[in-house]
């Protein structure tokens, strides 16, 4: 019985995660289109290495950066850049970003985006095979019943 509930518990888990990818995508898009596009200076870059499961790395870069809100403060913010060439020469580095309007603190690489036909497909995946294994959870709870 506990068996079933497993299954049925992990497929949800794996419908919600395929659901929340493209309601994280979507949302990213939509401040890239509702927020405020400004230029901020950056500080300085770091680089950062992300360890998979499967002994493999990713790295990538992640800026550092200060810009001044639309009420005159100044804020301090990061992201990570991608696709995006630096003069190195000592000369001030400049990146397009975005600020919420509400909240000037929150910020944004702008062009920093996960095209959502990428996502889709893998959303619907998880989404399958998560509703695939709710379905099998759920029978093997419900034979263990009878």
Same mark, same amino acid.
């Given at each position: 019985m506990w068996i079933g509930w497993f299954f049925a518990l992990g497929g949800l888990a794996?419908?919600?995660f395929g659901i929340a990818m493209v309601v994280t995508t979507v949302v990213q898009r939509q401040?890239?289109?509702s927020w405020t596009?400004?230029?901020?200076?950056?500080?300085?870059?770091?680089t950062r290495t992300r360890s998979s499961s499967n %002994?493999?790395?990713r790295?990538?870069?992640v800026a550092h950066y200060e810009?001044?809100?639309p009420n005159g403060e100044e804020?301090?913010?990061e992201g990570t850049v991608s696709n995006k060439r630096f003069a190195v020469d000592g000369s001030p580095v400049t990146l397009p970003i975005v600020v919420d309007p509400l909240d000037p603190s929150r910020s944004m690489v702008a062009g920093e985006r996960t095209p959502? %036909?990428?996502v889709i497909p893998f959303a619907i995946a998880f989404a399958a095979f998560g509703s695939l294994f709710a379905v099998i959870g759920l029978g093997l709870t419900q034979a263990s019943v009878r």
């Amino acid at each position: 019985m506990w068996i079933g509930w497993f299954f049925a518990l992990g497929g949800l888990a794996f419908v919600g995660f395929g659901i929340a990818m493209v309601v994280t995508t979507v949302v990213q898009r939509q401040r890239l289109r509702s927020w405020t596009p400004t230029t901020a200076t950056v500080r300085e870059f770091e680089t950062r290495t992300r360890s998979s499961s499967n %002994g493999g790395s990713r790295t990538y870069l992640v800026a550092h950066y200060e810009y001044r809100g639309p009420n005159g403060e100044e804020y301090a913010d990061e992201g990570t850049v991608s696709n995006k060439r630096f003069a190195v020469d000592g000369s001030p580095v400049t990146l397009p970003i975005v600020v919420d309007p509400l909240d000037p603190s929150r910020s944004m690489v702008a062009g920093e985006r996960t095209p959502i %036909g990428c996502v889709i497909p893998f959303a619907i995946a998880f989404a399958a095979f998560g509703s695939l294994f709710a379905v099998i959870g759920l029978g093997l709870t419900q034979a263990s019943v009878r």
